[in-house]
Structure formats: structure tokens, C-alpha cells
């Protein structure tokens, strides 16, 4: 068990400009989750993937956020447009189907920086 | 919705003092709920977690116990270490609609030698 990944940890870009994150959940996990966090608050939910389908894309928070996981296995987030808001760290979390599905395992997280 | 009410942090207490950091929930349906630990420079680990009225979820000295009738989850220790520091989420599962995680704001918690 090597825990869920996430590249990279840190980045800086200028408004306007498109980001993509990626994450790599633990191998034997089915499920796939995105949160936001923001300072001071707790994690914000965006979206999850069951293998490669995406079951639930309506919390993401606007038409410029989209999430991949073309093959099940990594996924990515990519922000399009990027503007000051956006600044915070993107957090990855996986979870198996079956037996303990309810324990999401989350990464170390990407903390952008829109300038 | 679903919501979750933690204590406001910085909670500040003496080495081998008694935590309690309260956490309140509003969910539909019965969700299982969670407290999850964030150390300075790390990412968010399960710390325990309770799935029916009455658990008791423990784990590393920490213990809550899920009680239905108040929608509480409050997490204790009984005899904090400087090791303790971090800040602390609750959150819950409900499993209907969205299918994610619904976490509190966190309390920070510091412990001084």
C-alpha cells in the first residue's frame, strides 16, 4: 500500500492560465474523490469516479473545473481560466468498494497559487 | 443538507490535560461519521470513525462514540502529548446524493509542554 498520490505538491500560475492536477489512488480502491480546501475551513467536496464512470460531477464549482479517469486508475482535475479564487489546496481521496468503502484515504494534496 | 458543527479553535491545553473537541451533525438519512487529523505539513488521515448509533470509534488514545439521539461525535483523550497538535475534522458519510464527505470547519488543536 503505497497511499493515494498527488503531482504535483505545489503550483503557481498567473490568472488566466489553465492548470491540470493529477492523482494516483491506492491500487486496489475503485472509488476516486476531489475536494477543495480552503484556509480555515474544512474540505469541500467536488466530485468522485467509480472505476472510469463519474457519478456525481454537480458540486464542482463551475463549468471551468472538469475531472478525468479515462482508464480507472489515475484521474485528473484541470481548471480552465484560472482566477485568484481558485487559490487552494486540491485534495485527492480514494476508497475501496467493498467492505470498509465508507474510510476515504486522502493525499498530500496540491496547493495552487493563482497570482 | 447535510452539515457539520465543530468546536472554534486554537484549543490550547498542558501536556497530559483532557480533550474534548465537540462535533454536531445534521445529515439525511443514518451516516457513519469520522474524525480525521491534519499534522502540520501532512495530509488528512482517518483517525476513527463510527458506522451505528451507540459505536464507539478509537483509535491511538482518542476515542468518540456516535450518539444519535443528540447528533453528536465528540472526540476525547484522556491525557494529551505535545504529539497531539493538529488540527481535527469531523465529518460524515451519508452515501445518498453527492457520495462525498461533509467535514467541519476543524479545530486546531496545540499542546504546550
New interface residues.
Given amino acids: 500500500d503505497t497511499g493515494v498520490s498527488q503531482d504535483p505538491r505545489h503550483k503557481i500560475t498567473k490568472r488566466g492560465q489553465n492548470v491540470t492536477f493529477r492523482c494516483d489512488p491506492i491500487s486496489e480502491h475503485n472509488r476516486l474523490y476531489w475536494y477543495r480546501q480552503t484556509l480555515g475551513q474544512g474540505p469541500e467536496f467536488l466530485t468522485y469516479f467509480q472505476n472510469e464512470a463519474q457519478l456525481e460531477k454537480s458540486r464542482l464549482l463551475s463549468d471551468r473545473f472538469s475531472a478525468e479517469r479515462p482508464k480507472g486508475s489515475f484521474s485528473t482535475l484541470e481548471i480552465q481560466r484560472t482566477e485568484q479564487g481558485d487559490s487552494a489546496m486540491y485534495l485527492c481521496a480514494s476508497s475501496p468498494t467493498s467492505g470498509r468503502l465508507y474510510e476515504q484515504y486522502f493525499g498530500p494534496g496540491t496547493r495552487l497559487t493563482v497570482t | 443538507g447535510n452539515s ?1 458543527t465543530q468546536m472554534e479553535g486554537p484549543v490550547t491545553l498542558s501536556e497530559e490535560a483532557f480533550l474534548t473537541i465537540n462535533c454536531t451533525y445534521t445529515a439525511t438519512g443514518y451516516p ?1 461519521l ?1 474524525w ?1 487529523v491534519q499534522y502540520p505539513g ?5 483517525l476513527l ?1 463510527a ?1 451505528k448509533a451507540d459505536d464507539k470509534g478509537s483509535n491511538k488514545g482518542f476515542e468518540a462514540t456516535y450518539r444519535k439521539e443528540t447528533t453528536s461525535f465528540h472526540l476525547e483523550k484522556g491525557s494529551v502529548q505535545v504529539s497531539d497538535s493538529a488540527v481535527y ?1 469531523c ?1 460524515l ?1 451519508s ?1 445518498g ?10 479545530t486546531h488543536l496545540i499542546i504546550q509542554p
Avoid at chain 2, 501532512?42 to 482517518?46: F, P, S, T
Avoid at chain 2, 464527505?101 to 476543524?106: M, N
Fill in positions: 457539520v457513519s469520522f480525521y501532512e495530509g488528512l488521515q482517518l470513525k458506522t475534522f465529518a458519510y452515501g446524493g453527492a457520495d462525498g464527505l461533509t467535514f467541519g470547519k476543524g
